[in-house]
């Protein structure tokens, strides 16, 4: 029997299939470029309220176990912020803040597929709502600032209200400057007196000499 026809169709079905094997394996390296495809806020971005959470999306899908992600605030200094949620292609990263500027958010993605991407998103807030400023950012409490504010208010007019004791102290006081002030006179004036009874009676010594 002629076996030269089954050889043939082995050998054009290992060729189909080397084929097909080659066509994936250059297709594979140019899917597996995992890339950012948007943020929330966006990259330069600034907002008049800090927003609760950052959202990034990518073109693949996110290896959630090797993901890092670092936020620094307008000094620098990293902020101590919760793990990041994850939905498919995106993560969601929730916010704290220290003082109004400009944030940064850097991180390290790796896609199902084994690509990488690092990249960071920076973006500016003009305000911080209650409630998401870090651990000992939070601003003076208005208590304080309420409190100092009434004081002024209602200072000349604790001063025209003052208690009936303080009223008598103070009449007390200008009457004993007063009384001060008279026998001081007098003194003055017995002291003069004396030295002129004094003057008047050497003068007298004098000319009776």
């Given at each position: 029997m002629d076996r030269t026809p089954i050889k043939r169709a082995a050998a054009l079905a290992l060729a189909g299939l080397g084929g097909g094997l080659l066509t994936l394996g250059l297709a594979a390296p140019a899917s597996a470029h995992a890339a950012l495809t948007g943020t929330d806020p966006e990259d330069?971005?600034?907002?008049?309220?800090?927003?609760?959470?950052?959202?990034a999306s990518f073109s693949e899908i996110l290896d959630e176990?090797?993901?890092?992600?670092?936020?620094?605030?307008?000094?620098?200094?990293?902020?101590?912020?919760?793990?990041?949620?994850?939905?498919?292609?995106?993560?969601?990263?929730?916010?704290?803040?220290?003082?109004?500027g400009e944030y940064t958010l850097a991180f390290r993605v790796i896609s199902e597929d084994g690509?990488?991407?690092?990249?960071?998103?920076?973006?500016?807030?003009?305000?911080?709502?209650e409630g998401l400023y870090?651990?000992?950012?939070?601003?003076?409490?208005?208590?304080?600032?309420?409190?100092?504010?009434?004081?002024?208010?209602?200072?000349p007019a604790t001063q025209e209200a003052s208690s009936p004791e303080a009223e008598q102290a103070a009449e007390d006081s200008n009457t004993g400057a007063a009384l001060a002030a008279i026998l001081l006179g007098v003194l003055v004036v017995v002291v003069g007196g004396v030295v002129l009874v004094k003057v008047v009676g050497r003068k007298g010594k004098e000319d009776e000499s």
């Open positions: 330069g971005a600034t907002v008049a309220e800090a927003p609760a959470e950052v959202t176990a090797s993901t890092e992600i670092a936020v620094t605030d307008p000094s620098g200094a990293v902020v101590d912020v919760a793990d990041p949620g994850y939905d498919g292609d995106t993560f969601i990263q929730p916010m704290l803040y220290t003082t109004p690509h990488r991407v690092d990249d960071a998103i920076s973006f500016t807030v003009e305000s911080i709502p870090a651990p000992g950012s939070e601003p003076a409490t208005d208590a304080t600032t309420d409190a100092e504010a009434t004081a002024e208010a209602t200072g």
